[in-house]
């Protein structure tokens, strides 16, 4: 077999010491942190989109990236080729899983018939490459939004043949996904919004999303699909606004149409970020709801407001990922890195160190985490925040035992609470000793 990335072998572990780009200095996949091993409690995924197809394009030109394997075609051949690529790159990397939308590695044919016909070719080179390398499959996902058929939308389109499109290729998806034993099926809104809300039925728009999502939970039975479910949420970008806002918004979606059973929370730190939360916000709640599935690495720029997919080099940021994550003891499906280099990296070799660095970013944000969970402290503190609870009349009220008379009279006798600082510098202080 042709070899794409010439001159670079595998990646290895070379320590913190290290001063090789290519070489992980914290991922060390089989060293055990917490309990478990760093490749288990990260779960690595390498997104084909981005990785495969990005080209450095943006709105204001055309792509910059060039790679030597691309014919100029959109034929199953040179898809056939770039999946060679792909498995290649990751035998290297050395990340355990991948993840792909069905337009990613397959070209749309004239027809569904021969898009789903072109689909089945890419997914048995897959299956091979997938039993010779033994990487897995995180999760797949069908693209809903690039096809000019979908701009008004996928499953909350206002046109009933365009819904059901979208459901033939989300059913063959779904298909393909068991077939190549992904851990999960992801669903993400691209265009499950609005531009404007004078033509849109919000309402019945926002029921038709849930019939979809439930008729998709009832084929998932039917096939025999055992991987997880997963909404990611986005609040706007390619729309106005999406219904998917963010992970609390979902939540309540679900909840709403009795669906919270049936799917879980691919939280993307950058659609955190566009919808005006940190990162580590849409974690934790969606984690303290039983709901976190997966994540979708990555970043945005402080400066640009749009969704930029940068590699997550800041460890402070994956330290309180990492400490979510382990405090929910690990990630049900993965890590993935829904990531892109910068339109100015155009070297083969940049496409390597993105991941590296993104992984040991990561690895040394599970490792700090597990300090900080070792030593206690932070533990501690926000636990004695709480402690007024935890006997007396907080423990009444959080157990039902005390309504408002109660707290009433109850403070009537006590008078006025003593101020209590909330030490937020502290609080702050102590993180920078872990990061
Ligand atoms: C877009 C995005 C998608 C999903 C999968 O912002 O994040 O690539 O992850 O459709
Ligand atoms: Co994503």
Redesign the pocket.
């Known amino acids: 077999m042709a070899e794409f990335f010439p001159g670079i072998g595998k990646i290895k572990y070379e320590g913190p010491d290290s001063k090789n780009f290519l070489a992980f200095k914290y991922y060390d996949e089989n060293k055990v942190v917490g309990g478990k091993t760093m490749k288990d409690w990260l779960k690595f995924s390498v997104c084909y989109?981005h990785t495969f197809r990005g080209v450095g394009s943006d709105p204001f030109g055309p792509g910059t990236i060039k790679r030597p394997w691309e014919d100029g075609t959109n034929s199953v051949e040179n898809a056939l080729r770039r999946m060679d690529v792909a498995f290649e790159f990751m035998t290297k990397l050395g990340n355990p899983y991948w993840c792909f939308?069905d337009r990613d590695i397959a070209p749309e044919g004239a027809s569904l018939a021969e898009s789903h016909k072109n689909l089945d070719a890419l997914i048995a080179r897959a299956k091979e490459l997938q039993k010779a390398t033994g990487i897995k499959l995180l999760w797949g996902?069908a693209?809903l939004f690039s096809n000019p058929r979908f701009m008004n939308g996928a499953s909350t389109n206002p046109d009933a043949h365009v819904l059901a499109y979208a459901a033939a290729q989300v059913k063959k998806a779904m298909e393909v996904t068991l077939e190549l034993g992904g851990e999960g099926y992801?669903f993400?809104g691209?265009r499950e919004g609005y531009m404007s809300l004078l033509n849109t039925d919000m309402k019945r728009e926002l029921d038709h999303f849930a019939r979809f999502l439930r008729a998709a939970a009832d084929y998932k039975k039917e096939i025999g699909f055992k991987g997880t479910l997963l909404i990611?949420p986005?609040p706007k970008e390619p729309t106005k606004h999406q219904y998917d806002f963010d992970a609390a918004t979902v939540m309540g979606f679900l909840r709403t149409y009795g669906l919270e059973k049936e799917y879980q929370i691919n939280v993307?730190a950058n659609?955190a970020t566009l919808a005006g939360h940190t990162f580590e916000h849409d974690l934790e709640i969606s984690s303290r709801y039983g709901m976190l599935g997966s994540i979708?690495a990555n970043t945005g720029d402080a400066q640009l407001g749009w969704?930029t997919d940068q590699f997550n080099m800041d460890v402070k940021s994956t330290t309180l990922a990492m400490l979510v994550v382990m405090n929910q003891g690990g990630m049900p499906v993965g890590i993935n890195f829904?990531a892109k280099v910068r339109r100015e990296s155009t070297d083969l070799e940049d496409l390597f160190i993105a991941h590296i660095g993104g992984m040991d970013a990561f690895a040394r944000g599970l490792i700090n985490a597990d300090r900080i969970r070792q030593e206690g402290t932070l533990g501690d503190w926000v636990k004695k925040r709480y402690s007024s609870y935890d006997s007396g009349i907080g423990a009444d009220f959080e157990a039902g035992k005390a309504g408002f008379k109660e707290l009433e009279k109850w403070v009537l006798a006590a008078g006025e609470p003593k101020q209590i600082s909330g030490q937020q510098e502290k609080y702050e202080v102590l993180l920078n000793r872990y990061v």
């Open positions: 989109w939308h996902t693209n992801v993400w691209g990611e986005k993307e659609h979708d969704d829904d």
